[in-house]
């Protein structure tokens, strides 16, 4: 059974200053997803990969995907306020049903 | 173009009674699949409905069940309702075999007094 560990838990950081949160995943996982969640809200698509060695950008993140080392990255790049959020990663094994089973989350928090 | 629909926002019911949570798919999205949110910790997937069959199931008791209609929008009913119930619980939307990225909706909140 796929399992999902994000690390860290919690994340305090200082407007401006670079990031990484760690998703680790225990077996194959077909893709790889990452969502955003504000206080109280649902969960925002943000990116999606699909293979070895794939990297998406959208403003400030960068996400990237080592299907050897079961490893995906969420890179933060000069953080701002708005940034801060839950952000989860979740790994998915389509089969018969696409269940996305998700880490922990990391909880951002920006600085000013 | 509407985005993923749940019903209601927010709801407070007593341990053992029955509750219903209604979904309605983005459009052009003919799959559904339900998640259990507690309180910081991430969605766990209860089930997942298709051409209105169950088509995976998480470890969720069968106090848990569903329903999915013509139309492909869904219901979730929790029966005999536990303090442990209570949860934000969303519903993602998606399109045929799974290979779609899974939109989420607004959530309902369920406290269980």
């Known amino acids: 059974e796929l399992k999902v560990e994000q690390n860290p838990l919690f994340l305090s950081m200082q407007e401006g200053k670079n990031y990484t949160i760690y998703c680790n995943y225990s077996?194959?996982?077909?893709?790889l997803y990452w969502y955003r969640q504000d206080p109280g809200k649902s969960l925002e698509s943000l990116f999606v990969l699909l293979s070895n060695g794939a990297v998406k950008q959208e403003g400030r993140l960068m996400a990237s995907l080592d299907t050897k080392a079961r490893l995906s990255t969420l890179h933060i790049t000069a953080a701002v306020h708005d940034l801060s959020a839950t952000y989860f990663c979740?790994?998915?094994?389509?089969?018969?049903?696409?269940?996305?089973?998700f880490g922990t989350g990391t909880r951002l928090q920006v600085t000013l | 173009d509407a985005g993923v629909t749940q019903s209601p926002t927010h709801l407070i019911k007593t341990r053992g009674q029955q509750v219903t949570l209604r979904c309605s798919p983005k459009s052009g999205h003919d799959t559904v699949s339900w998640y259990q949110q507690a309180l910081g910790q991430g969605p766990q997937f209860i089930f997942q409905?298709?051409?209105?069959?169950?088509?995976q199931r998480g470890n969720f008791p069968d106090r848990f069940s569903g329903h999915q209609f013509p139309n492909y929008s869904s219901e979730l009913n929790v029966n005999a309702l536990l303090l442990g119930d209570s949860a934000l619980y969303l519903c993602?939307?998606?399109?045929?075999?799974?290979?779609?990225?899974?939109?989420f909706g607004p959530g309902t909140r369920l406290l269980v007094l």
């Open positions: 409905y298709y051409e209105e069959e169950e088509r």
């Open positions: 993602a939307s998606s399109l045929g075999t799974g290979e779609e990225t899974q939109y």
């Open positions: 979740a790994g998915i094994n389509t089969g018969t049903a696409s269940k996305l089973t």
């Open positions: 077996t194959t996982s077909d893709r």
